[in-house]
């Protein structure tokens, strides 16, 4: 019973406002490193996780609790299947090591809403659309043309931001769901679901 | 503001160091793995009314389209004989070709080169961090090169098995090819590796076979 109380008061401390001190007018840089999974259609073709990839972002605080501004990544997808025997167009057969690989820079609008700001643990959400930047190489053997592609981007986001101290840097730990329509050969989509830890850094007091 | 600018160098870095290794595909595959092997056939030919064949002695070496002559190293003989081997495995019978045989078998070493071109502009540019001008004595002094570009030819090969209807060749008064097997990438020219490269094109098409 002691114990239940103990951690109740410690997640309403958390949460508790520890200072009035507003985010708006601010400017934050925040910087995490991105593991990725691939979802729906997309993990039917590359299943392996992506452990390779960051999120970026500029914010500038509009007031309080929301802040925009402009948010990028970069994810690297790659998948190789052992050797089979593909059937062409033309009637030939085809035995080869195919792999995939394929990078994804998105660069979007992203908005940003605290609703616990000057909280020990401000949670938040986020929202980003824009463009996505896609490197596309799939090798049959060590045959195969790169190619490049732009395709839309759209990222929701969710997590929790741990300040240092107050006003200072902290931290971001948080999920998000990454939409990238992408039709080319057997793939419709890139969609994966991100889990990033990182930073989040004031530029200016 | 140092601290921070400091605290942002770190975070950038730190974060560029997980992610910046982009799994490249070329340096995670081996030999075997960069090697593909297609094949083709004529549909409409009946296999099982082939009975005997004949191949060449020498294989011939056909770069960029042009006929370069002919050989017949230990790496040419064994391709000949493994696949000797595989034909005789699907019931046909080898006879010399003067004794009319119903497929004639060709075998080509085909060798695509082409000429590339080296910007050395970006290698010029910073050469200064390459080579501190102060070992030479110069301090203070920049490096200046001609504009230049460097060449580089690149080879690729790959070998090509061709199998040629003669039983019908009178006939159709035509040499039509019903069958060929090419295969493409790293290591191809490696002894150790004809056996499992012929069998590979006799694996991938079943139907090339005959009743005895």
Not at chain 1, 178 to 195: H, M
Not at chain 2, 41 to 64: M, P, R
Not at chain 2, 75 to 80: G, K
Not at chain 2, 135 to 150: K, S, T, V
Request: glycine fraction near 8%; aromatic fraction near 14%.
């Amino acid at each position: 019973m002691k114990n239940s109380k103990l951690i109740f008061s410690f997640i309403v401390s958390l949460f508790s406002v520890l200072a009035l001190k507003a985010q708006k007018g601010e400017n934050n840089f925040n910087i995490s490193y991105n593991a990725a999974f691939p979802m729906g259609s997309f993990k039917n073709i590359v299943s392996s996780n992506s452990l390779r990839g960051f999120n970026a972002s500029i914010l500038h605080g509009v007031s309080d609790k929301l802040s925009v501004g402009l948010a990028t990544g970069f994810q690297d997808f790659y998948q190789k299947y052992p050797r089979q025997l593909y059937k062409l167009s033309d009637g030939s057969d085809l035995s080869a090591v195919v792999t995939y690989s394929i990078q994804t820079i998105p660069i979007m609008a992203e908005a940003k809403y605290n609703f616990t700001p000057g909280a020990t643990v401000q949670p938040y959400a986020a929202i980003g659309a824009g463009a996505n930047f896609i490197s596309y190489d799939r090798l049959f053997g060590e045959f195969g043309d790169k190619l490049g592609k732009v395709g839309f981007a759209a990222r929701p986001e969710a997590g929790l931001y741990i300040p240092f101290r107050q006003g200072g840097a902290g931290f971001i730990i948080g999920a998000s769901y990454n939409i990238q329509p992408f039709k080319q050969d057997d793939l419709k989509n890139l969609n994966n679901l991100g889990v990033h830890a990182g930073f989040s850094i004031p530029l200016r007091k | 503001m140092q601290r921070k600018i400091g605290l942002a160098l770190l975070a950038v870095s730190t974060v560029l160091a997980f992610s910046s290794c982009t799994k490249d595909p070329l340096k995670n595959m081996s030999e075997e793995e960069s090697r593909i092997y297609i094949t083709n056939h004529d549909s409409t030919a009946n296999f099982n009314s082939y009975k005997t064949y004949s191949i060449v002695d020498s294989v011939a070496l056909i770069n960029n389209g042009q006929f370069a002559g002919r050989e017949a190293t230990s790496w040419d003989q064994q391709v000949i004989s493994a696949i000797q081997t595989a034909m005789n495995a699907r019931g046909f019978v080898k006879v010399s070709r003067t004794q009319n045989p119903d497929l004639g078998i060709n075998v080509s070493r085909v060798y695509s080169t082409s000429t590339n071109f080296v910007d050395l502009i970006d290698y010029w540019s910073y050469y200064g961090g390459y080579y501190d001008p102060n070992y030479w004595g110069y301090g203070g002094y920049g490096y200046y090169f001609p504009p230049a570009y460097g060449v580089y030819q690149s080879t690729e090969a790959a070998l090509s098995v061709d199998i040629l209807d003669l039983k019908n060749a009178s006939s159709s008064q035509t040499i039509k090819g019903v069958w060929n097997g090419l295969i493409r990438g790293e290591g191809i020219f490696v002894s150790s590796n004809v056996q499992s490269q012929i069998q590979a094109l006799f694996d991938q098409s079943p139907y090339l076979k005959t009743n005895p």
